[in-house]
Nanobody, 120 residues
Framework: QVHLAESGGGLVQPGGSLRLSCAAS????????MSWYRQAPGKQRELVAT??????TNYADSVKGRFTISRDNTTTVILQMNRLKPGDTAVYYC???????????????WGQGTLVTVSS
């Protein structure tokens, strides 16, 4: 199996910054794409940012210019969040599209989520 471990959530004032980290472990042959999603209370889960194996990135319009997604190594993804707004308050979930080594198959994996609260 493959597991995702997230860290870095917490409480921050508007205008502040937070750094989320997500580390994958398990029977991994290759990670094709790693993404961050978020879900605010009463709303649907939405895609925040994606990075693929050749380091192409994609962002939701609401976070462009404020958030940066990067890969620390082949199995860890970072989401640097700057100039945070109250509207960014949500549970943030890491997602990975993985080609497993054993058994040799594709798998979509989700982390357990980490809460980000932006409030004064």
């Amino acid at each position: 199996q493959v597991h995702l471990a997230e860290s870095g959530g917490g409480l921050v004032q508007p205008g502040g910054s937070l750094r989320l980290s997500c580390a994958a472990s398990g029977s991994i042959f290759r990670i094709n794409t790693m993404s961050w999603y978020r879900q605010a209370p009463g709303k649907q889960r939405e895609l925040v940012a994606t990075i693929n194996s050749i380091v192409n990135t994609n962002y939701a319009d609401s976070v462009k210019g404020r958030f940066t997604i990067s890969r620390d190594n082949t199995t860890t993804v970072i989401l640097q969040m700057n100039r945070l707004k109250p509207g960014d308050t949500a549970v943030y979930y890491c997602n990975a599209l993985v080609l497993m080594a054993i058994p040799f198959r594709n798998l979509e994996v989700w982390g357990q989520g980490t809460l980000v609260t932006v409030s004064s």
